[in-house]
T-cell receptor, first 112, second 113 residues
Framework: DGGITQSPKYLFRKEGQNVTLSCEQN?????MYWYRQDPGQGLRLIYY???????QKGDIAEGYSVSREKKESFPLTVTSAQKNPTAFYLC???????????FGSGTRLTVV | QQQVKQSPQSLIVQKGGISIINCAYE??????FPWYQQFPGKGPALLIA?????SEKKEGRFTISFNKSAKQFSLHIMDSQPGDSATYFC????????????FGTGTQLKVEL
């Protein structure tokens, strides 16, 4: 079955450490997205990529980095520069220009 | 700046009742308005969507009403069921914006027996 896989489901890290969240899709979608979800704030766009080897900053890109070396993969690194990294992170994908997103099940990151 | 304002933040409805969630926007360049449903610990799933040239769209018990002049749209869930208890997000996409969605802050719906 096609879908988006985010791993791990839960992640704990010490403050000051970088951490990478995985996102893999087998839907043959061109575009991929990373959103951050916090209680009462909805989903906020971190980064998005429409094609391989190209990506753009979203509304809250500071303290995050991404890469898009393969169509299927769009990993997100939460760096030590991110001041408040504890959140639920959601990866999504879509066909280019197509409106509907398919979301993964998310990764809950807790920084202690 | 919140480009899509969603209300209420939470909603309790009796089984069989109508759930209504509202969203408002300012950017007239939005050209696509989807609603997503999210269960705890899961990613959101597309529920229903509408274009601004349509005033209403119905899929089963779910209806979107769209008022272009007022820049408002709403989700109506008819005959609400306990299984509808979830968080609902409205969203909007800017024309030519690379299919990026701007989401509302979410409404936590609880349907009681």
């Amino acid at each position: 079955d096609g879908g988006i896989t985010q791993s791990p489901k839960y992640l704990f890290r010490k403050e000051g450490q970088n951490v990478t969240l995985s996102c893999e899709q087998n839907l043959n979608h061109d575009a991929m997205y990373w959103y951050r979800q916090d209680p009462g704030q909805g989903l906020r766009l971190i980064y998005y990529s429409q094609i391989v080897n190209d990506f753009q900053k979203g509304d809250i890109a500071e303290g995050y980095s991404v890469s898009r070396e393969k169509k299927e993969s769009f990993p997100l690194t939460v760096t030590s520069a991110q001041k408040n990294p504890t959140a639920f992170y959601l990866c999504a994908s879509s066909l280019t220009g197509h409106r509907g997103y398919t979301f993964g099940s998310g990764t809950r990151l807790t920084v202690v | 700046q919140q480009q899509v304002k969603q209300s209420p933040q939470s909603l309790i409805v009796q089984k069989g009742g109508i759930s209504i969630i509202n969203c408002a926007y300012e950017n007239t360049a939005f050209d696509y308005f989807p609603w997503y449903q999210q269960f705890p610990g899961k990613g959101p799933a597309l529920l229903i969507a509408i274009r601004p040239d349509v005033s209403e769209k119905k899929e089963g018990r779910f209806t979107i009403s769209f008022n272009k002049s007022a820049k408002q749209f709403s989700l109506h869930i008819m005959d609400s069921q306990p299984g509808d208890s979830a968080t609902y997000f409205c969203a909007a996409r800017v024309t030519g914006g690379g299919n990026k969605l701007t989401f509302g802050t979410g409404t936590q719906l609880k349907v009681e027996l």
